[in-house]
């Protein structure tokens, strides 16, 4: 039975014979370190000894006359150069020769980029504005669009729209906060709306919220509980919103919590071409959709996305869009003609197709027994200050025809399919 010890600042403290046994591993564990160190070189090793008077036996001196365990083939076969070799010198080239080169492949190599609407968006030659609620950025300012659309000159409203929807902040930060508020509230009760607001204000958008009670307690002076009664103008404003008829009369209050996604995500393949973005624009242009000119987005593979709402509403599954976007004071401007307008100028047509085409794919594979005519629904706008609860007030909603999703599908093309031609 051995023990090992350590001796902190006298050998004496070792008898002679632990003393040779420390000194005896010292030594094995150096001469393992030399012969791992020797032994792994690819090509060669060079080691440096210093050993005038030939007496040392640790370290690599260890080595010095046992060289038969490192004998290779490449070391004993190899010449030793006794005289250099005569200089080789090229002639000069007299004859030009004639290089053919390959054709270059019709058929680039793009690297495989992403892209997305709001993107695509960015690339208008004309930007008439982005989707406010596309951008994750938290910077509340005017979108470009709402400056085009507002109405500078001084009018009575025949018919103006409520304070909480013409005061609302404007921005990117006031449609992100709707945009949360639609994602974690139930369409069919309202007992927790009010909560949810109160708690999405101070939690996450306090300087939201204080710009607000600022405008409400400049036009209200002597209101008192200003706070209770800006949450409950939220709340109705919800409700307006939820109950108001859209196609066919259908509202979005009728939805069960199982019959809808919200930020419902996807990653769209695309063709291994540049995106054909002017065949795109002249497709809605042949169906009467008119945009501001597109550029190309050449690096894209794939585009992705969020869809603010996908729903089936017993027959058919659709999407709908959330815009905060101001078009005016006014109920009328908030018809179907102005959304219209608006939708041209934003290139919302574009977001809707290729949202469909999203969705379409999608159903493809998940459901075994798919038909485009009889699943397929339409896209919804909703134009949140704009509605009402009424019929043909705030919203737009477009379901294109078979045959154009079609055509937007084949010329966003398929990845794997190109690789496989």
Known sequence: LTQRVVAIADKTYLNEIELKQHEERALAEQNRLWYVALTRASHRVYALLQDLDGKSVSGLAFWKNRTEPFQHRCCTDEMVLEQIPQAIHLAKQTSIIEIQAQRFPEQRFYSRGKTSFSYLAQHLKHKAGTDLLASQSNDAVLAEDELDLINTAEEISAQPIDWIKSNFPRGTLAGNFLHEIFEHIDFQCSDDWVSEIRRR????????????????????????????????????WLKDILRTPLYQGFRLNQLQQEQYLSEFPFYLALSDRVLAM?????????????????????????????????????????????????????????????????????????????????????????????????????ATYLYLRGMNGEAEQGYYYWQPSIEFILRLDAILGYFAEDKIA
């Open 201 to 236: 204000f101070k939690n996450d958008y306090s300087s939201l919220w204080q710009d607000l009670l600022n405008k409400y307690n400049e036009s209200f002076p002597e209101q008192e509980d200003a706070e209770h009664l800006l949450y409950q103008s939220v709340a109705e």
């Open 278 to 378: 002017t065949r795109i624009q002249q497709l809605f242009a042949e169906y009467g959709l008119n945009m501001p000119e597109l550029l190309e987005a050449r690096s894209a593979r794939y585009l992705n996305g969020s869809i603010d709402l996908v729903y089936f509403d017993g027959q058919r599954y659709h999407i709908a869009d959330y815009k905060s976007n101001y078009l005016g004071d006014d109920l009328a401007d908030y018809r179907s003609d102005s959304i219209a307008q608006s939708m041209s100028l934003a290139s919302y047509w574009l977001q809707a197709g290729l949202y469909l085409v999203a969705l379409h794919r999608y159903l493809q594979v998940k459901m075994q027994d798919y038909q485009i005519e009889q699943h397929l629904g339409g």
